[in-house]
């Protein structure tokens, strides 16, 4: 935090100005030093440098859960690198956690370093985490908000469950209107973050003392009656503190808000009664790694700033920052290779301290240099403003914590697995390619899939660009500080991922009602290696599905054991156990399906279509098992197929779709598909059945498009049938075919309008083409239009044509 500039413009700050630099010294006897500011900002945190630098207090007190003390060493430790947060969790509910974020520009952060580098007592005098963690929401609603962990100055802040608070008061906007802001972040770093260093240390901070204790002594607690209890506490540890160290010589660093307050005279008694009663829990506290895009508040759980990348830059180039700036953007866009020059730079500088100038600024802010490098650097284009933002405004970085910190068993082991896999956690998205014949990659891969299975969503899986093998999995990996409070909660399974995993898979599987539920469980044991609990779950899997008769219920289990028996094949892991459970599955859904498909409403036939859909994969994946060969379990899934297509009973959109099933497994002769279909939509079918059966047949994006393309007699029967529909019925049957025909790629679509455009005279869908020499194109050769290329071909070809060598023919040839 720092003292507004001399010359500052009186429209902009006024008398503000002048009062801040009319402040005296901090006389000697004047009590404690208050250092109220605004977390997370850098003008702040240099204030407190340098305030603290010129009082040199025996002890600072800090904002934050008492619990830290014990761990406040480690802030002086060379692996510590911020940002970084507390973390607080229940010890009996590991969810309910707050944490207490500190990055490089906080000043709490520098206040902290300060005091080790000096080996001065440091201390957190905020209301404890034990209490704080302890508040219900109940209890807090009871006092009309949400309990807060040590709000900032006129900022909302995140609770023990990670909401925010809304608060009634906000002293900065407040403030800002008062100077004649509409924007109070626009007017806090025009007074304070973009302003030179004071020359009298203390007189920043008790300018906004000042300022602070009006809005207190007009709002009181500003709609937060829990602050009251948060500033007892801190008196009682404030007065201790006096009496150890004495009046003059502690210094406390908190939210300006809480200053007067803090320095108001009331009793330790008030106080104490005021603490009386106070719920409690058992807490653990640690040091976990921050990320950039937490302190940011639209990602989330925040720290009240938008720009922590561009706030960061600020405390580390109190020189030349907007030239700095420029100069870190360019470089960032000549990495993505767009042609930025030293030009772009300067004028980029100019621009924005011009627009600085016009403005009213005493610095070009963030919104100056994003407005200039938008107009000289991206060509007025947002797009590249993205990147910006991502990579510099808010940034990517992730802080580190050292190993001596506390953690529970879980956590030590988990790291112990990403440094021997050199798989470390990153803030920024990545994709990550894994090849599991290689001993690494499948080590990556098993500790991954043990991890989703905790709940601890470090990576996801994706859509490799790689092979379709099972040998090949790709993921998506980002780490999130919440990941661990999501890992302490694990810890109750185990100590190790291994062991967690396979207590957590054994408790699934006892505990599950469906049988869709236990056979993803062993596929996802599959995965992650869990060979201790597959028996477990082989167990309840063979026991449910003796148990389960519902058709769909087996359909949605299939699939998930046919994969399971491919990753078995990859990871040389035994399953003739789970290849026994399949096929018995598959032969029962081949009984009951037929009987399971009649009298289904749409929405229920929607669903049966793609049950049907996924058994029809799931029964080509599945090997040879002793007494039940693949072939003859393929066959008597083909006869199933079959006869659901020619049942009338059935609703048109699954005899559709197992119509299409035999056709692309070459079970169905192009004939027999051509007579079905014309049996469906016939004159005597209602046209909504009709449009259901054309929607399971070519629908969805399994290639019905091309076969229309290709097949001119099925795309003539559509046609036919549906230049027929009557008036009456066609709003009715629209919706259908237009979500039908909308899976279609735009090329496909084209082309079969163009063929239907094209009618029989010209080529396109007639029904009596059969015997057309170029499916869907037209009947045979047109010589006329075929001599007109002749020359064009020569050329291609590389001259004239040889002696005697028919060239129309050739071409007809060649488009036959």
Known sequence: MTTPARDASPAQDGSAAQHWSAVPARPAGSGPLFLGVRHHGPGSARAVGAALDAASPLAVLIE???????????????????????????????????????????????????????????????????????????????????????????????????RAEALRIDPLAVLAEAAGYDDAERWWEDVVEHRAAADDPFAPFAAVGEAMGALREEYGDGGHRRDLVREAYMRLQLRAARKEFGDDRVAVVCGAWHVPALGARTTATADRALLKGLPKVKTEMTWVPWTHHRLARHSGYGAGIDSPGWYGHLFASPDRPVERWMTKVAGLLREEDRPISSAHVIEAVRLAETLATMRGRPLAGLTETTDAIRAVMCDGSDVPLGLIRDRLIVGDVLGEVPDSAPAVPLQRDLTRSQRSLRLKPEALERELELDLRKETDAGRSRMLHRLRLLGIGWGEPSA??????????????????????????????????????????????????ALSEVTALAEQCLLAELTDALPVVMKALADRAALDADVAHLAQALPALARSLRYGDVRSTDTAALGEVAAGLAERICVGLPPACAALDADGAAEMRGHIDSVHTAIGLLPDTPGRPAGDLAGRWDAVLRKLAARDSVPGVVRGRSARLLLDEGRLPEDEAARLMGLALSPGTPPADAAAWIEGFVGGASGGGMLLVHDERLLALVDTWLTGVPAGSFTDVLPLLRRTFSAYEPGVRRMLGELVRRGPAGGGARPD?????????????????????LPVLRLLLGGPAPVGHDNDNDLAGVAR
Do not use: C, N
């Not at 229940?90 to 580098?117: K, M, Q, T």
């Not at 985490?129 to 995140?158: K, Q, R």
């Not at 057309?772 to 037209?778: D, L, Q, S």
């Open 769 to 789: 083409r059969s015997d057309a020499g170029i499916p869907g194109f037209g009947a045979g050769v047109d010589e006329t239009r075929a001599d007109a290329v």
């Open 64 to 162: 934050g859960p008492p619990e830290g003390d014990a761990l406040v060493a480690l802030a002086g430790d060379p692996q510590m690198r911020p940002p970084v947060a507390l973390l607080a969790h229940a010890v009996d509910d590991p969810g309910r956690a707050a944490f207490w974020p500190l990055a490089d520009f906080s000043p709490e952060w520098v206040a902290i370093r300060w005091a080790l580098a000096r080996g001065v007592p440091v201390r957190f005098i905020d209301l404890p985490a034990t209490h704080s963690l302890a508040i219900t929401d109940a209890d807090a609603e009871a006092d009309g908000h949400t309990e807060a962990d040590g709000a900032p100055d006129g900022e909302s802040a995140p609770g023990p469950d990670g």
């Open 464 to 513: 490799g660009r790689g092979s379709t093998g099972t040998f090949r999995e790709s993921w998506r990996l980002r780490w999130e500080p919440e990941l661990y409070v999501r890992v302490a909660e694990a810890g109750v399974w185990g100590t190790t991922v291994l062991s967690a995993a396979t207590a957590k898979a054994e408790s699934g599987a006892v505990s599950a009602t």
